[in-house]
């Protein structure tokens, strides 16, 4: 199974509280980003968010929707994501929406995770076209 890898950009980021009661302040965010690597695109992606008190302490999930190429294959796909974080230690993975591939990504199907090292945002899709 092919790998892509790369780092991103987050180039927005606009959050909306929905609920912020003792505990965890709930939000919906909209997020852009740019893509660098063997992903070259940009996305738009709305996750809810989860944020404790303690700040380190959070979770989320979402969907984006990718607009790019994958070593070269143009298309769009959409990615469903999931995360927690605690006391620094965090774990985001993703995974490609059956079905949801167009253009040359069409068929696409994988899965793969996000880091944060140092401020820099890098990822890796495990992926196969069928």
């Known amino acids: 199974m092919p ?3 790369g780092t991103f950009d987050i180039t927005g980021w606009d959050p909306q509280p929905i609920d912020e009661a003792e505990g965890a302040t709930v939000s919906r965010v909209h997020v852009t980003k740019d893509f660098h690597g063997d992903l070259d695109g940009t996305s738009t992606t709305d996750i809810l968010t ?3 008190q303690v700040e380190t ?6 969907f ?4 790019g190429s994958v070593h070269g294959h143009k ?3 959409v990615l469903h994501h999931t995360a927690t974080g605690h006391d620094g230690d965090q774990s985001m993975s993703w995974s490609v929406l059956p079905d949801s591939g167009t253009g040359e990504l069409a068929g696409i199907r994988g899965a793969g995770q996000i880091t944060v090292a140092d401020g ?3 990822y890796h899709l495990d992926y196969d076209l069928t």
């Open 3 to 5: 790998r892509a890898n």
């Open 57 to 62: 302490s959070m979770a989320y999930v979402g």
């Open 64 to 67: 984006e929707r990718f607009t």
């Open 75 to 77: 298309g769009t796909f």
């Open 120 to 122: 820099t945002h890098s």
């Open 50 to 52: 989860a944020v404790t």
